[in-house]
Nanobody
């Protein structure tokens, strides 16, 4: 079984910064990619930033130049540095991980979500 644990959300003023972290743990063979998503009210969950095992990154247009996704010391930790935060960035942010279990079956898992609120 694999679990994702997120942390780092909170309340910040417009223009401020936050760093989210996500750690995958459990019984797996490899992590092939991790990323962050958010789900605005009444809308589908949308990509914020992803990072694959080869180091490739993808960002939503709305966060380019403000957010940066990076890996921790191991493949099972990913960070999202969020700078110049805007009220429209307010949302629940979800971590997603894709990988292989020890039996080589692929998995795609979601974290429980962490609330980010940007408000004065």
């Amino acid at each position: 079984q694999v679990q994702l644990v997120e942390s780092g959300g909170g309340l910040v003023q417009p223009g401020g910064s936050l760093r989210l972290s996500c750690t995958a743990s459990g019984d797996y063979f490899a992590i092939i990619g991790m990323g962050w998503y958010r789900q605005p009210p009444g809308k589908q969950r949308e990509l914020v930033a992803t990072l694959n095992r080869g180091g490739g990154r993808e960002y939503a247009d709305s966060v380019k130049g403000r957010f940066a996704i990076s890996r921790g010391g191991a493949d099972n930790v990913v960070y999202l540095q969020m700078n110049s935060l805007k009220p429209e960035d307010t949302d629940v942010y979800y971590c997603k991980a894709q990988g292989y279990y020890t039996n080589r079956r692929i998995f795609e898992l979601w974290g429980q979500g962490t609330q980010v609120t940007v408000s004065s």
